[in-house]
T-cell receptor, first 114, second 111 residues
Framework: GAGVSQSPSNKVTEKGKDVELRCDPISGHTALYWYRQRLGQGLEFLIYFQGNSAPDKSGLPSDRFSAERTGESVSTLTIQRTQQEDSAVYLC????????????FGPGTRLLVL | GEDVEQSLFLSVREGDSSVINCTYTDSSSTYLYWYKQEPGAGLQLLTYIFSNMDMKQDQRLTVLLNKKDKHLSLRIADTQTGDSAIYFCAEFHTGRRALTFGSGTRLQVQP
């Protein structure tokens, strides 16, 4: 079946604008993660959804960042009043929610804030 | 605290073995992973090892885990130019559910 998909693949925005990034997980995966990857760096955890449980938002860097997930399907990551330091690749991953948490990553959305 | 460290760069010749090293600090890690990232592409899971194992082999890949020293390595036998990529190690602990990644090792394979 299809893997994790993300849209848009690239987004250029002006400082101060809001952006919305979308993730479509693999069908049937109950776990969904958002990560941020700055240029030349590893991945930073942002937020985790598992089924109908309350999300783990411990990685969100500020209150400008929020994410929603509809049931066990699509998720959107919203960044309000974007800043230049928000420029990064935003990666979404989904997993079956089992003990061995194998996460399957999407191609990412490359965000550039001018 | 949690920290995963990797060397930044490794260069090998085609046909040689590559060994990419990783150290981690959290002894409660339950699984350790290796991911591969090619230019412009997402992360591809290569392999993982449970923390009570010492070694796992999968075709050209061998993962070694020294839990006492909190050291993880990935050995790629007969390295090919297609293996050129950034390799990330990551640890997972059930308390947090999210992966903690190293900053990645860029492997360059010279023909």
């Amino acid at each position: 079946g299809a893997g994790v998909s993300q849209s848009p693949s690239n987004k250029v925005t002006e400082k101060g604008k809001d952006v919305e990034l979308r993730c479509d997980p693999i069908s049937g995966h109950t776990a969904l993660y958002w990560y941020r990857q700055r240029l030349g760096q590893g991945l930073e955890f942002l937020i985790y959804f598992q089924g109908n449980s309350a999300p783990d938002k411990s990685g969100l860097p500020s209150d400008r960042f929020s994410a929603e997930r509809t049931g066990e399907s699509v998720s959107t990551l919203t960044i309000q009043r974007t800043q230049q330091e928000d420029s990064a690749v935003y990666l979404c991953a989904s997993g079956p929610g089992l003990a061995v948490e194998t996460q399957y990553f999407g191609p990412g959305t490359r965000l550039l804030v001018l | 605290g949690e920290d995963v460290e990797q060397s930044l760069f490794l260069s090998v010749r085609e046909g040689d073995s590559s060994v990419i090293n990783c150290t981690y600090t959290d002894s409660s890690s339950t699984y350790l992973y290796w991911y591969k990232q090619e230019p412009g592409a997402g992360l591809q899971l290569l392999t993982y090892i449970f923390s009570n194992m010492d070694m796992k082999q999968d075709q050209r890949l061998t993962v070694l885990l020294n839990k006492k020293d909190k050291h993880l390595s990935l050995r790629i036998a007969d390295t090919q130019t297609g293996d050129s990529a950034i390799y990330f190690c990551a640890e997972f602990h059930t308390g947090r559910r999210a992966l903690t990644f190293g900053s990645g090792t860029r492997l360059q394979v010279q023909p």
